[in-house]
């Protein structure tokens, strides 16, 4: 008995031993950095990642008679929208400053595009095809293309064709008729063994040959940002051609008298230096003209010119001159703040003209 018990009270004393001995030499560098670890993982799996947008609601969109640029040769002229600014990306605002950032989702809308610009266009797009010198016009309702075809030796060729929609809301030109060095081939195809199919190639984005129709994809094939909807019906109106999406006809009706302007609420927008939460913005044309000319590309310049103000529901309203009426900036509208440093120096005389 009496060797048992020094035999326990040995063993006790060597795990109090071994215990302050790991007590005295523990890693508490490490127990810290991992506490530390595991507060930061906690802490970022609860916060939102970086540049994640907390409101990726979509932004409302409005406009009335709008002429907007899309790049340097592409116009399209918007009589009447109604749709969302729908994000390209789903953790990225959409950026009046990044067109690719956002698609025009259209619920009901009337849009036209000059023929000429669309000519013009397809000739930038359809660099490495076999039609070339492409030029489009309006004849009477239907839609005329002429060019030069690429084969055993370049070919002027002049075809004619009936524009509708397809289910799939795209663009269809049903030719008619098709004319090779002044010669009419019928039925497309003659002694020369001209078709639609020697035009152009078949990878061509935006662009499907099927029999005697051309199919246009105006989402793939025309420039951001790209404009979404059901598209109810096309129709040459020269020098235009116009699309309907929805029911605008009557929506446009409505608002003829309205003043054109550009309207944005709800959702999440970046301009400039700015990003916008719950979005209320309009842009509002000052100008007597028909339509309000708005360059995307050169938006600030349009803006800087303008007056902006707040509402009291602290909106923006910018009331903006078309583009080719934005004069010059002088030097005393230039950014200058010696009066801000000396009470005796009048304010610049805009700001006192946009007070008053």
Do not use: C
């Not at 061509?204 to 989402?219: C, R």
């Not at 339509?291 to 803006?303: G, K, P, S």
């Amino acid at each position: 008995m009496r060797s048992r018990s020094r035999y326990l009270i040995g063993f006790a004393f060597a795990v109090v031993l071994v215990s302050l001995f790991w007590w005295r030499f523990r890693p508490r560098a490490t127990v810290k950095t991992t506490k530390a670890a595991a507060t930061t993982a906690s802490d970022q799996s609860s916060a939102p990642p970086a540049n994640t947008p907390t409101n990726t609601s979509e932004t409302r969109i409005h406009a009335h008679n709008l002429l907007l640029r899309k790049g340097p040769s592409f116009r399209i002229y918007v009589t009447w929208l109604d749709g969302d600014l729908a994000r390209t990306h789903r953790n990225v605002n959409p950026s009046l400053d990044d067109s690719n950032s956002f698609y025009l989702d259209v619920h009901s809308g009337m849009v036209r595009a000059n023929i000429g610009d669309l000519g013009n266009y397809l000739n930038t797009v359809l660099t490495d095809t076999p039609l070339q010198h492409i030029s489009l016009l309006a004849d009477s309702d239907q839609l005329k293309m002429t060019g030069t075809l690429k084969k055993i030796v370049p070919l002027p060729i002049e075809l004619v064709g009936q524009v509708s929609t397809t289910s799939d809301n795209r663009i269809r030109l049903h030719v008619t008729k098709l004319d090779v060095l002044k010669i009419p081939l019928k039925g497309l195809l003659g002694f020369v063994k001209i078709s639609l199919a020697d035009f152009f190639k078949q990878d061509i984005q935006g662009v499907e040959i099927n029999g005697n129709d051309l199919l246009f994809d105006t989402q793939k094939l025309m420039p951001a940002p790209r404009i979404r909807g059901q598209l109810t019906k096309v129709r040459v109106v020269s020098p235009d051609i116009e699309e309907v999406y929805g029911g605008a006809v009557d929506d446009a009706q409505r608002v003829e008298l309205w003043r054109n302007y550009l309207s944005l609420k709800g959702g999440a927008l970046n301009f400039g230096k700015l990003t916008m939460n719950d979005v209320d913005l309009m842009m509002i044309d000052i100008s007597k003209d028909p339509w309000f000319d708005l360059d995307l590309v050169n938006y600030r310049t349009q803006l800087s010119s303008g007056y902006t103000r707040m509402t009291a529901q602290m909106g923006l309203q910018i009331f903006m001159p078309d583009l080719r009426e934005v004069q010059p900036a002088k030097p005393e509208q230039n950014t200058n703040i010696e009066w801000f440093k000396n009470r005796n120096i009048p304010p610049p005389p805009q700001i006192t003209t946009n007070i008053h």
